[in-house]
């Protein structure tokens, strides 16, 4: 019952925040989406290491929350994780890519403006 009433409320940010977007903006971020889906797929081939955080991370950038899309692009990495940690990095590498691309472009930024 919980669970399903956090999957409801989950289910209306996201719709609200998704529809409450520009046209353009929509498909911005559909663009990033399907490819941080398709690597994800990648990514599942590989490993099955973070994959939940991936998710998240396609979440974020659905919500448009740019603060987490950020951390999540920093996440990936692995930079400041333990060596047997940062051996994902490789497999991340794309993923990572997007969600910094993502950022770097979110609205009311110059490069989104160009």
Do not use: C
């Amino acid at each position: 019952m919980l669970t399903d009433l956090l999957q409801a409320h989950t289910a209306e940010r996201i719709y609200e925040s998704w529809f409450r977007q520009e046209r353009n903006e929509r498909k911005r971020r559909l663009h990033f989406v399907m490819e941080l889906s398709i690597e994800l797929a990648k990514i599942k081939e590989t490993v099955n290491f973070s994959t939940g955080l991936a998710e998240l991370g396609i979440e974020s950038i659905i919500e448009g929350d740019w603060t987490m899309v950020k951390e999540w692009a920093d996440h990936f990495t692995f930079k400041d994780e333990h060596e047997s940690i940062r051996s994902h990095a490789s497999v991340y590498a794309r993923f990572s890519e997007l969600l910094q691309q993502a950022w770097e472009t979110r609205p009311g930024t110059s490069s989104a403006e160009a």
